[in-house]
């Protein structure tokens, strides 16, 4: 009889799972589930596990659907989309507020809108700040780019009070995913919000070639309060997946630009009319961002190109004649169907 329960962990090892009643144990996937590079079950997701008694291990027979996703393009595949965790309330980027990377920023901040969640923007390492004049400009700057919507929170590990505005955005019952580049003090962050070592440093650790060291385990750690956060390390590559949503989110003074454009598919290049263009030289826009913007478009376009090359790949092999148009027509139903 299959049971109910939740990835709780991801390491080196099968994934952890807790079942409703409490108990945490390890588990394969089913050799049906992950047969023909089928799913494989991440850091949130709702599984239905079976437990045969003559087996140590629990089998994952199925992954229940998932309502939200954290997804990247896979940095080891052409162009097929990887899933990092599932069904969460809050994506929190955090950056060192001595060392912020405006242009990463932007990039993550994207993924996060992507994702639909509720998002927030966490400034590590206060303590680390050249001087108070470098740390509010710092965070003004940071303001300005993600709008008034999004809340930036700065921090500090040695300041109590700012961990404390911090487990404040974590309502009870909710789940927050948190995610930025290596070394930024996620896992301090965690650590200080469930009180306890949890993540211990430790833990299996992975060389990331450039000599530094990251930990490899995603693991969903419960607060006092109820909420629960998983620390999203290792992830190095953010390539964008689908990201129509998430620019639009993440540039939505370009996106409100935009549609003062002559154009309504006005590309911001040569288009006569083009407020966004406009806004650059009249210095309304700061070049970097629009570059910056122009960027990430190009990139999510380039991969869209890709992945329709290679669903007409697929379709021309093998090269048979063209069939009549109705008959193609219910063959794509039918595959809509199945998924
Ligand atoms: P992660 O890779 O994002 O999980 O980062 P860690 O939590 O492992 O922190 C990386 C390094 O930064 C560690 O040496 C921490 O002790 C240090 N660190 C974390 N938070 C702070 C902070 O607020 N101030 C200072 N000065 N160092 C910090
Ligand atoms: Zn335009």
């Known amino acids: 009889m299959a049971m109910r329960g939740e990835v709780v962990k991801l390491d080196r090892g099968f994934p952890l799972i807790r079942l409703e009643d409490g108990t945490q144990l390890r588990a394969e996937h089913a050799v049906s589930l992950v047969k023909g590079g089928g799913e494989r079950a991440v850091v949130g997701d709702e599984v239905m596990v079976d437990v045969p008694e003559e087996h140590d291990k629990a089998i994952i027979v199925e992954i229940l659907p998932r309502w939200r996703t954290f997804t990247r393009k896979d940095p080891t595949e052409r162009a097929l989309p990887q899933v990092l965790a599932a069904n969460f309330d809050q994506v929190i980027v955090a950056q060192p507020i001595n060392d912020v990377n405006l242009r990463r920023l932007e990039r993550e901040l994207v993924l996060a809108f992507e994702t639909g969640a509720q998002v927030a923007v966490v400034l590590t390492k206060a303590d680390l700040a050249a001087n108070f004049q470098q740390m509010t400009e710092t965070e003004q700057q940071v303001r300005a780019l993600v709008g008034p919507e999004v809340p930036v929170l700065v921090m500090s590990a040695q300041d109590g009070a700012s961990v404390e505005a911090v487990r404040a955005l974590m309502e009870p019952d909710t789940m927050t995913i948190l995610i930025g580049r290596s070394g930024v003090g996620k896992s301090s962050l965690v650590n200080l919000l469930a009180g306890s070592q949890l993540q211990q440093t430790q833990e299996v650790r992975e060389a990331d070639g450039k000599g530094r060291h990251t930990t490899v385990s995603r693991q969903i750690v419960p607060l006092p309060n109820g909420a629960r956060v998983v620390d999203m390390p290792g992830v190095r ?21 935009a549609e003062q454009c002559r154009f309504r598919d006005c590309r911001h290049q040569n288009e006569p009319g083009c407020a966004v263009r406009a806004a650059v030289e009249s210095g309304q826009l700061s070049p970097q961002r629009f570059a910056s913007y122009q960027a990430l478009v190009q990139e999510t376009h380039a991969l869209k190109q890709r992945r329709e090359e290679a669903r007409w790949m697929q379709k021309e092999q093998p090269p048979v004649r063209k069939r009549p148009h109705s008959a193609k027509r219910s063959n794509l139903k039918k595959r809509g169907g199945k998924r």
């Open 237 to 257: 590559g953010l390539g964008l997946w689908e990201a129509e949503e998430g620019l639009d989110a993440a540039f939505s003074d370009i996106a409100a630009l």
